[in-house]
């Protein structure tokens, strides 16, 4: 459980941690909440699981075709 992220390339061990994510998707700020994320305590450096990432991504394309199909403005 510890090792869920494996280890940082600076040695140091990724800690599991739930974030808040906010994306800039087109003109709207979209926040994901209780995002699980692997964070580096030695440097800081951050990473998420394939899955999670997948989401995320799917998410954005999802936002961006919904806005690019609503954003006409009169
Ligand atoms: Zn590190």
């Known amino acids: 459980m510890y090792l869920d992220y494996g280890r940082c390339p600076c ?3 990724y800690e ?7 994306m800039n998707v087109g003109h709207k700020v979209v926040v994901l909440t209780g995002v699980p994320q692997g964070a580096c305590r ?8 394939t899955d999670i990432l997948e989401r995320i991504e799917s ?9 690019g199909v609503g954003s006409e403005k009169a």
């Open 16 to 22: 599991r941690k739930f974030v808040e994510v906010r």
């Open 59 to 67: 998410l954005m394309k999802g936002e961006r075709y919904l806005v």
């Open 42 to 49: 030695v440097c800081g450096s951050r990473v998420y699981k």
């Open 11 to 13: 040695s140091g061990v």
